[in-house]
């Protein structure tokens, strides 16, 4: 199974093009990513939908411009809220 965001998409996306920093990138869309998956209760891979892929690229935006460490889901919150897994 491959990453539903690969480090070369959050870079182009960051419009990053430097090595740099590519660590730090990297641990960010695994943390993005644990936050999208726990959110909505399903493992992604690269054929997950877009609007997840695109909420993971939208956390790591907001932790790398504005140092955001918690990554809350609220700014995301209406592209993750359809594929939400009910819970009881």
């Known amino acids: 199974m491959t990453a539903p965001v690969s ?13 740099a920093e590519d660590r730090l990138i990297a641990t960010l ?5 644990a ?10 891979t690269s054929t997950s939908p877009a609007p997840l892929k695109l909420a993971i ?3 790591v935006l907001r932790a790398y411009e504005r140092g955001d ?13 359809p594929y ?4 009881l």
């Open 7 to 19: 480090l070369a998409e959050a870079k182009l996306f960051l419009r990053v093009g430097h090595d």
């Open 29 to 33: 869309i695994e943390a993005a990513r």
């Open 35 to 44: 936050r999208v998956e726990d959110d909505v209760g399903v493992r992604l």
């Open 57 to 59: 690229l939208m956390l």
């Open 69 to 81: 460490p918690e990554m809350v889901s609220g700014p995301v919150e209406a592209w993750l809220a």
């Open 84 to 87: 939400r897994e009910v819970r």
